[in-house]
């Protein structure tokens, strides 16, 4: 199991605040300049297409000013895994398309100058300890109403509503692994709201405990936890 450590330069040292929004803008970037087969079997709007892939950003010093975040350096770094193997080698093709081409956003720009393969162990427990690299959103959709209600690790529930998100995902996606032992316990976790395309979401961060099959966790590990995970959220790392 691999994951890419992308090192982006910047003209100027900072990112929009909603940095969700550049991010996936480059991966479609990408996977367009790859093949426009690629592009469209994960970025077709007629399709419901539920991604394998999850990533967290790493930004050296950042202040969270109102309108962008300043950094303290002019680099920062992307980490990306994907439970897909063939499709993550498909990532890596595209992101080395990209490679010393400016990317450019709102009054400034960024540079992929750098890709890493970076390997994941393996993991062999049925209980790992995880630290969250990027928020992790928990949700429950009420079909009555369309409504939806945001889980964080201080509330009742938290823990049915992340496993009914884990048993969706493997369905949606087709995965061959069980999920009924799944189980998330907070050993020191913290709410906290973050942006996602401009609206303030409740989320998690903090270390947790995970209980289930080798198999789901280590989809897990490549793939996130939650959901929107393939905008920059449910990235841990295994600590224990």
Not at 34 to 41: D, N, P, T, W
Not at 51 to 57: F, L, N, R
Request: aromatic share 12%; charged share 25%; with cysteine.
């Amino acid at each position: 199991m691999y994951q890419y450590k992308l090192t982006f330069e910047l003209e100027q040292n900072w990112l929009p605040k909603e940095t969700d929004r550049l991010i996936i803008s480059f991966l479609k970037a990408s996977a367009q300049a790859y093949s426009q087969e690629f592009y469209e079997k994960l970025y077709d709007k007629s399709k419901s297409v539920i991604k394998s892939y999850t990533y967290s950003c790493y930004l050296p010093g950042a202040k969270f000013l109102q309108k962008k975040i300043e950094l303290e350096s002019d680099t920062f770094s992307l980490f990306f895994s994907d439970a897909d193997p063939q499709e993550l080698l498909s990532f890596f093709n595209s992101f080395q398309l990209m490679k010393r081409k400016k990317y450019p956003m709102n009054g400034n720009s960024m540079t992929l100058v750098s890709i890493h393969m970076q390997q994941l162990p393996e993991i062999k427990e049925k209980e790992i300890v995880i630290r969250m690299q990027s928020p992790l959103i928990v949700r429950k959709h009420c079909s009555e109403d369309n409504t939806d209600v945001y889980y964080t690790c201080e509330m009742e529930g938290f823990g049915k509503a992340l496993k009914e998100n884990v048993i969706i995902f493997l369905d949606r996606l087709g995965m061959d692994a069980e999920a009924e032992d799944f189980s998330i316990q907070t050993i020191k976790g913290k709410k906290v709201v973050v942006p996602v395309f401009g609206r303030n979401t409740d989320a998690s961060l903090g270390i947790f405990k995970l209980t289930g099959s080798c198999r789901l966790l280590n989809i897990l590990y490549q793939a996130g936890l939650g959901v929107r995970r393939s905008e920059g959220h449910g990235k841990f790392e295994v600590i224990g």
